[in-house]
């Protein structure tokens, strides 16, 4: 059985979002390993040595593993390739990244990829987007991986839900893409940049 791994971003000595980490983290635990006992991050993490942004990178099964901190700094996205990959299932945050680097290969010119997956868009291989339609933001339904950034923004219905297929971008003007470590607004660029 894979590792399972939650990213904590932490910025100015403060865990963000740590809440929906716990939730995720012991949703995952529950599923996966049948763990009915919550555990909280908070218990495991130093937030307060680190000012500038860190990604915390916490490794698991049953148990907390791994808890490491690393300098943070956000790779430039400006374009997306759509790649399509039916049946894609990463439901549960795990280590094993194999499909997506696959993935990740077809990208050709383009600095990242958005997944199709059944006919409607879901996530970029490292973060979950939002496509504005000149009123609100839009976030795919069915997602990969339900982000905690993005649970987050739908519980302060900054983004809603809705089902969206590739034909359907044209009813955009921008994507915006985030995820723990990208908070949202930081990446976004012209929805005529996918391709």
Known sequence: MCQFIET?????????????????????????????????????????????????????????EKVEYMPY????????????????DYTYKSSNRQKLDELFKQKGDADDILIVRDGFL??????NIALWNGEQWETPEAPLLE??????LLGKEIIVPATIRPQDLSRYS??????????FGEIEFPVSSVI
């Open 8 to 64: 904590i971003r932490i910025e100015n000595g403060k865990a963000v979002n740590l809440g929906f980490h716990n939730y995720r983290f012991n949703r995952t635990r529950r599923d996966i390993f049948e763990c009915n006992l919550p555990i909280n991050l908070a218990d495991y993490i130093q937030p307060g040595e680190y000012t500038e942004r860190t990604k915390c990178r916490i490794e698991y099964r049953e148990e907390v």
């Open 73 to 88: 700094t956000i790779r430039p996205v400006t374009s997306l390739k759509l790649v399509t990959s039916d049946g894609l």
């Open 122 to 127: 879901t996530d970029t291989s490292i973060a």
């Open 147 to 152: 982000g905690t950034m993005r649970a987050s």
């Open 174 to 183: 921008l994507i915006r893409l985030f995820n723990a470590m990208i908070g």
